[in-house]
């Protein structure tokens, strides 16, 4: 079965996609909802001047805003109706999978199957909810604070810009689900990347126009280019590693019959924590700076100290940042994998790790394995992270050329490269099934 399953994707061509119905019907569907999202990124918000704003997000674009900026696909730049986009979701969830370890009620929520899922998803809409109102809200009183940029400051104007961007957040949230039902690929995902994307090219004609103007040498142009490509074939062969630890299965007795036993692989991937650590390394120690750029100079004389020291390229910054992500990528592991729940599962089902006594010893040895191949996905997104921000820093490279852009957008491609290979493996098993039967009806 395994030779014939390669057999078959070795063989996927673009004459099965198009052969492949429902996948086409996916592939529009995506594509017309990423369109739409793509739509609400230029409809701004009502009550500002979009060129007093564009002078104020300039001059704090190496902050927050500009990392934030391009998750959101250019939308805060342009203060668009989407301009949290769908962060909000994505904090609320991670603060979700937080309390399920803490609280014994979200933990037995998650382990009721199918109905405990949904009631997290709930609570997990809710919250974000909670959050956008929040963010938009101080997203308006900064408004409020930034110049002239809002045309009648008041209560009305913070209201309507609540309401405005905590819908739209959950307009996307939305979208991003039904792209997950009906489309292909994970919706939020596919959100995010595509509002990196879309600001790749302006991102790279802005450093050819520095090329051009002599802001930037051609080399340095050519080694941010092989950079890229480097560090992009680096991603896909640490995001393809795994460690696969073998499971046994024990002879079985159905009826008369005895079943040899059977072997599988329990896949432990090397970076299981994904792209959150940069993220969250980067959010908070940009915040110190967005906040000291909104404040105009005000503030503590060590406030300010701090601030000029967690510039980009700071030796403090540097540091920070690297001890940021190898912290939160032990810790985001450690919250979505559980050994004691994988090894508690082995066992119900009657699998163990040759050598390892069930159970206990079982969990004890996956968190022993894992906590070792995890300081090298550590190690790895520190590397990915910390040489295009120095770039970044030095030579004043785009945000768009850095790792966790990078990372974001190899990682969810190949996810989604995977889940239309899967489409069109399983179309092709059903176009062998039916000529066999058919072949069985003529005999």
Sequence with gaps: MASAAEQLAANLNFGALAKADELKKRIWFTLGALLVYRLGTYIPLPGIDPNIWDSVFRTQAGGILGMFNMFAGGGIHRMAIFALN????????????????????????????????????????????????VQSYGIAVGLEGAGNVVADPGLFFRLSTAITLTGGTMFLMWLGEQITSRGIGNGISLIILSGIVAELPSALANMLE???????????????????????????FMERAQRRLLIQYPKRQVGNKMFEGQSSHL??????????????????????????????????????????????????????????????????????FNPTETADNLKKHGGFIPGIRPGERTAEYIDYVLSRITVLGAIYLAIVCLIPEILISYASVPFYF??????????????TVAQVQGYLLA?????????????????
Excluded: C
């Design 210 to 236: 520095l090329g051009r103007q002599g802001a930037l040498s051609t080399g340095l142009i050519l080694i941010v280019i092989v950079m890229a490509v480097a560090v992009i074939a680096f991603i896909v």
């Design 86 to 133: 769908i962060m909000p979701y994505i904090s609320a969830s991670i603060i979700i999978q937080l309390l399920t370890t803490v609280s014994p009620q979200l933990e037995a929520l998650k382990k009721e199957g199918e109905a405990g899922r949904k009631m997290l998803n709930q609570y997990t809409r809710y919250l974000t909810v909670i959050l956008a109102a």
């Design 267 to 336: 896949p432990l991937k090397l970076n299981t924590s994904g792209v959150i650590p940069p993220i969250f390394a980067s959010s908070l120690l940009l915040l110190p700076t967005t906040v000291a750029n909104f404040n105009a100079g005000k503030g503590p004389e060590w406030f300010q100290w701090i601030t000029t020291q967690l510039g980009h390229g700071r030796p403090l910054f540097l540091v920070l940042y690297l001890a940021l992500i190898l912290f939160f990528a032990f810790f985001y592991t450690a919250i979505v």
């Design 427 to 443: 179309h092709q098993y059903e176009g062998l099934i039916r000529k066999s039967k058919l072949r069985g009806r003529r005999r």
């Design 402 to 415: 850095g790792g966790t852009s990078l990372l974001i957008v190899v990682s969810v491609t190949m996810d």
